[in-house]
Nanobody
Framework: QVQLVESGGGLVQAGGSRRLSCVASGRTLSRSAMGWFRQAPGKEREFVAAISWSGGGTTYADSMKGRFTISRDMFKNTMYLEMNSLKPEDTAVYYC?????????????????WGQGTQVTVSS
């Protein structure tokens, strides 16, 4: 079974930066794209960013584009999310996920495996 573990969450001031990591272990999927999602209290889980298996293709939600950067290191089996210019509304539990296809999908049901999430709290 594929296991995904997020880390890097914590408390950060508005306007600050944070770097999240997601380490994959166990049986990996062939040419699997990965993505980041988040869920704030009382809200549905939403798409943040995704990256192709090769790392050459990325896509972002409009509210994150220009502020967040997704990347992955194939040799370390790790995906990253660099968050800049953080806002209080970015406060949420951030989840990483992976899918069987190479395409960086935006839909939640397009992903097969999920991590437990890491809490990011942005204070004003």
């Amino acid at each position: 079974q594929v296991q995904l573990v997020e880390s890097g969450g914590g408390l950060v001031q508005a306007g600050g930066s944070r770097r999240l990591s997601c380490v994959a272990s166990g049986r990996t999927l062939s040419r699997s794209a990965m993505g980041w999602f988040r869920q704030a209290p009382g809200k549905e889980r939403e798409f943040v960013a995704a990256i192709s298996w090769s790392g050459g293709g990325t896509t972002y939600a409009d509210s994150m584009k220009g502020r967040f950067t997704i990347s992955r290191d194939m040799f370390k089996n790790t995906m990253y999310l660099e968050m800049n210019s953080l806002k209080p509304e970015d406060t949420a539990v951030y989840y990483c996920a992976t899918r069987g296809g190479d395409y960086p999908a935006r839909q939640l049901d397009g992903y097969s495996y999920w991590g437990q999430g890491t809490q990011v709290t942005v204070s004003s």
